[in-house]
């Protein structure tokens, strides 16, 4: 009996070390002009939120701590960052148009409302990802005064 187990924890750390062989790649990439962040003129408060907990998931740029390193953490990390992009990058925001801009704002606001974004599973190791009452309020306030200027700008032409 005991052999078994000495040699299932043998397994284990082979596997273990094996598997971390395997890494996606990082999502490190050049921060451009089309960023968000160089796009438009956010107030302080609002650019806070999107860094802390948003553009992990949501950008060409990841911040990675050591854990988000680690296999099989780093698969899942890979998976919310390609799913996350899919649905919105915050570093195309400049090739977006009016159109798209106008559809991601409400989006936005609606999973912030909601509270559904940032992802439970990364706020609860990103304490500073954690929205307060104060960021929700000030990131839909900017998102309200944006998405009128957009469908006025686009109704206009
Ligand atoms: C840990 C990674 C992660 C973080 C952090 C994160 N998201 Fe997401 N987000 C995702 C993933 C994965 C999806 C796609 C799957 C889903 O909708 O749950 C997504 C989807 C979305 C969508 C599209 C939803 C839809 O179905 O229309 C929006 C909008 C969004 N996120 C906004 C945000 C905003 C705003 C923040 C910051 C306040 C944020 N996300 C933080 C991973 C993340």
Redesign the pocket.
């Known amino acids: 009996m005991r052999k078994i187990i000495k040699i299932l924890v043998v397994i284990g750390i082979v596997t273990f070390v094996v598997i971390q062989f395997f890494q996606p790649e990082k999502n490190i990439g050049e921060i451009t002009e089309n960023h968000i962040l160089k796009q438009e003129q956010l107030p302080e408060i609002v650019q806070q939120?999107?860094k802390n907990?948003?553009?992990?998931?949501?950008s060409n740029n990841t911040r990675y701590p050591w854990y988000d390193r680690v296999a099989p953490v780093s698969w899942m990390?890979n998976?919310?960052?390609?799913?996350?992009k899919?649905?919105?990058n915050f570093s195309e925001w400049g090739e977006m148009d009016a159109y798209d801009k106008i559809g991601?704002l409400e989006?936005?606001r609606?999973?912030?409302e909601q509270k559904?974004?940032?992802?439970k599973?990364?706020?609860a190791i990103?304490k500073e990802?954690k929205?307060t009452d104060e960021q929700r309020a000030a990131?839909i306030a900017w998102i309200d005064k944006k998405g009128s200027e957009l469908v006025k700008s686009s109704t206009e032409e």
Do not use: F, N, R, S
């Not at 559904?116 to 992802?119: D, G, V, Y």
């Open positions: 939120t999107i907990a948003c553009l992990d998931c949501h990390v998976k919310h960052i390609t799913e996350g899919d649905e919105l991601a989006d936005i609606q999973e912030v559904t974004m940032p992802l599973a990364y706020v990103h990802a929205l990131l």
